[in-house]
């Protein structure tokens, strides 16, 4: 037995050469698709980064959520960061196994979260047995799983104040990135004239997230990051003066959007930066007003015809508030339980031609069946009362959390932490308040922030106790030494 395991190779032998053989499989690729060998080179990346650390992978999952749709990382058909979901999945699951203390753990440390979080699942599942397409449902809830799972993922790998800054920083980056990508493309959203998101012959950039709207509402989360971290004065002026710059150009880029639900984004961020600003309110009302001036100043003065009459003209919301009609009277029709977890674009025909009220265009009804352009309604429509309660409780605990970790940092005297939690709740805001015009319940970015919030309380309490402790140790020394 023992000259047999003598003979067997090492697991950092095995680890070598499957790694080997995987470099001249995406070698080989590279013939055939450079972009998907692109594509698996990033892929056999992470997966080795997320192995060794779950901190720096979950960094890097944070930096992916903006660029999934890079034509680099494989875009939409094959979906990168799902596939990094997965590895972050299995590597958490190796660090769960390693510390039974259970400290990392957030089902015992939020346990009105992570039920919640439970139950909204499993009643997404349950709405297989009355959606009318039970597939589309099934696919739903597990979409739903994947992103809940974020949750403990992320409470797990933040496990240090250095892991914070990291996705913190992460983030950032991804916005930056996004944003320079979507300024120096060709925009496309005028491509399809006829979607939700067209503006007739007005070019919109659409960046790496592929759509103007929903591109404005996560670069917005970037500029409010930016400036949570440009504005620690222990960060090197070199670092902090990069932060400012990528705020500045993921503001430009929100500009180049064209996005009224972007405008609304930012003037959510901006009531919320001043609510959660904490002891720094007077700054934050006097950066709220800057900010402000700054679009205002750019729309009165640079902006074309066009862009200002895109701004101030409803319309409808491009064909959305006859969505909002349709999807009102599912609601009205199956308050309990709604139509089923995805299945909104498959019944909304059903509802179409129910009085009262007449619908303009029912091509986003009947010809290509549009999802909800509202967060908030898709869920009411397809998970009913229940659905939208646990998936707003959710939300609420998340920022609460978030909130209530700041505190904590102050306390603690680490005003950068401090800066970052009151981002992070700020930035929740804003995208919520984007969601009121787009169907993102499925967003990798939201539940990444969702799950930052409870991740940092969990950092900002163990840091208590740690300097609770040693406090404690020092006062007895004291005491024993006189």
């Known amino acids: 037995m023992s000259a047999l395991s003598a003979r067997l190779p090492e697991p950092r032998q095995v680890a070598g050469v499957c790694v080997l053989i995987l470099a001249v499989a995406i070698g080989g690729l590279a013939g055939f698709d450079p972009k998907l060998a692109i594509a698996a080179s990033f892929g056999l990346a992470f997966v080795v980064v997320a192995i060794v650390s779950l901190p720096a992978?979950?960094?890097?999952?944070?930096?992916?959520?903006?660029?999934?749709?890079?034509?680099?990382?494989?875009?939409?058909?094959?979906?990168?960061?799902?596939?990094?979901?997965?590895?972050?999945?299995?590597?958490?699951?190796?660090?769960?196994a390693t510390r039974p203390d259970g400290e990392s753990?957030?089902?015992?440390?939020?346990?009105?979260?992570?039920?919640?979080?439970?139950?909204?699942?499993?009643?997404?599942?349950?709405?297989?047995?009355?959606?009318?397409?039970?597939?589309?449902?099934?696919?739903?809830?597990?979409?739903?799983?994947?992103?809940?799972?974020?949750?403990p993922i992320v409470y797990t790998a933040l496990s240090e104040p250095k892991h914070v800054r990291w996705l913190a920083n992460a983030l950032v980056i991804g916005a930056a990135a996004a944003a320079a990508y979507g300024l120096s493309a060709v925009p496309s959203a005028s491509e399809a004239a006829d979607s939700v998101t067209a503006a007739g012959d007005l070019n919109r950039i659409s960046g790496t997230i592929g759509d103007p709207n929903l591109l404005a509402s996560v670069l917005i989360v970037g500029i409010i990051l930016a400036l949570a971290l440009a504005l620690d004065a222990k960060r090197a002026p070199t670092s902090r003066i990069l932060c400012v710059l990528?705020?500045?150009?993921?503001?430009?880029?929100?500009?180049?959007?064209?996005?009224?639900?972007?405008?609304?984004a930012m003037g959510a961020a901006l009531v919320a930066m001043i609510l959660f600003a904490g002891k720094r309110r007077g700054r934050a009302i006097l950066g709220a007003t800057i900010l402000a001036a700054l679009a205002i100043g750019y729309?009165?003065?640079?902006?074309?015809?066009?862009?200002?009459?895109?701004?101030?003209?409803?319309?409808?919301?491009?064909?959305?508030?006859?969505?909002?009609?349709?999807?009102?009277?599912m609601v009205e029709a199956n308050p309990g339980h709604g139509v089923g977890a995805g299945n909104f674009s498959v019944s909304s025909i059903h509802y179409l031609f129910v009085e009262p009220g007449a619908v303009e265009r029912s091509d986003f009804i009947v010809d290509t069946p549009a999802v909800a352009h509202n967060s908030y309604l898709e869920v009411?429509?397809?998970?009913?009362?229940p659905g939208i309660l646990l998936f707003l409780l959710i939300i609420i605990v998340s920022?609460?959390?978030?909130?209530?970790?700041?505190?904590?940092?102050?306390?603690?005297?680490?005003?950068?932490?401090?800066?970052?939690?009151?981002?992070?709740?700020?930035?929740?805001?804003?995208?919520l308040a984007a969601d009121f015009?787009?169907?993102?319940?499925?967003?990798?970015?939201?539940?990444?922030?969702?799950?930052?919030g409870p991740a940092l309380l969990g950092v900002a309490q163990r840091l208590e106790r740690s300097r609770s402790r040693g406090g404690r140790v020092s006062a007895d020394a004291l005491v024993s030494s006189s």
């Open 57 to 96: 992978g979950v960094a890097v999952f944070g930096l992916l959520a903006y660029l999934e749709l890079a034509p680099a990382v494989g875009g939409p058909v094959v979906s990168f960061a799902k596939l990094a979901g997965l590895t972050l999945a299995i590597s958490w699951l190796a660090v769960v």
């Open 105 to 151: 753990l957030v089902f015992t440390k939020q346990p009105a979260l992570i039920g919640a979080a439970l139950l909204f699942v499993a009643w997404a599942f349950i709405s297989v047995s009355w959606a009318e397409d039970p597939n589309i449902a099934s696919s739903s809830g597990m979409r739903f799983l994947l992103n809940i799972l974020l949750i």
């Open 246 to 264: 990528a705020a500045v150009l993921c503001f430009t880029a929100v500009v180049a959007t064209v996005s009224r639900g972007g405008v609304i």
């Open 299 to 329: 729309f009165a003065a640079f902006a074309s015809d066009t862009q200002l009459s895109r701004l101030e003209t409803a319309d409808g919301g491009s064909g959305r508030t006859d969505i909002w009609k349709v999807g009102w009277r």
């Open 380 to 385: 009411l429509a397809e998970l009913g009362i």
């Open 399 to 431: 920022i609460a959390a978030a909130v209530r970790a700041a505190q904590a940092f102050a306390r603690c005297g680490e005003d950068g932490l401090e800066l970052i939690a009151r981002g992070v709740a700020v930035a929740l805001c804003s995208i």
């Open 437 to 452: 015009f787009l169907a993102a319940e499925y967003s990798k970015l939201l539940w990444l922030l969702i799950a930052f």
